[in-house]
């Protein structure tokens, strides 16, 4: 005897795992918000990140900082940015010594348990890719969010 699978079974069952996997994808993804141009949407939390980024920038090179956006998106609790710096007159850097790449920072922000923007990790001037595969030790960071070297498909 052949057992014989209902056929409205079956639709039932494709019609629910199909809505389960869109109500995910609507309810549960992380949408992602561009910041490197400051609107009133974003001015404030965009200001909080860069004045991280500035205090930084000072307590490392004793340089007050400005900075240009080349890239900044955010997506749930995570902020990835790349810019440019320079200081705050306008002019470049100076630095004590040779052995930085000026004028470059990149850098990862992080939200806390209470809201507040945190560098998870950043560096300024370095003269190696140092951010490599950075999204892999922040798994639960949109990969969306990285530039080309932060998430490689040979990251793992």
Same mark, same amino acid.
């Given at each position: ?6 056929? +409205?079974?079956?639709? &039932?069952?494709?019609?629910? /795992? ?15 918000? =561009?910041?490197? /141009? ?5 001015? /404030? ?43 705050? =007159? ?7 010594? =040779?052995?930085?790449?000026? #004028?470059?920072? !990149?850098?990862?922000? !992080? &939200?806390?348990? +209470? ?5 998870? !990790? ?6 190696? /890719?140092?951010?490599? #595969? ?17 998430? !490689? =498909?040979? #990251?793992?």
């Amino acid at each position: 005897m052949k057992t014989r699978i209902s056929t +409205k079974f079956t639709f &039932k069952s494709n019609l629910l /795992v199909i809505f389960f996997i869109y109500f995910n994808q609507t309810f549960f993804a992380q949408p992602i918000q =561009d910041f490197s /141009v400051k609107t009133t949407l974003n001015s /404030v939390e965009r200001k909080t990140m860069l004045d991280l980024l500035r205090t930084k920038v000072k307590k490392e090179f004793n340089q007050d900082a400005r900075f240009s956006v080349n890239h900044f998106l955010v997506s749930g609790n995570y902020a990835w940015f790349t810019g440019g710096v320079t200081r705050s =007159d306008g002019q470049r850097i100076i630095f004590a010594s =040779d052995y930085l790449d000026c #004028c470059h920072i !990149e850098a990862l922000f !992080e &939200k806390d348990s +209470k809201g507040k923007w945190k560098i998870a !990790e950043s560096n300024a001037f370095s003269t190696d /890719v140092w951010y490599t #595969c950075i999204g892999i030790r922040y798994p639960s960071a949109n990969p969306k969010i990285f530039t080309p070297g932060a998430m !490689e =498909d040979y #990251c793992q």
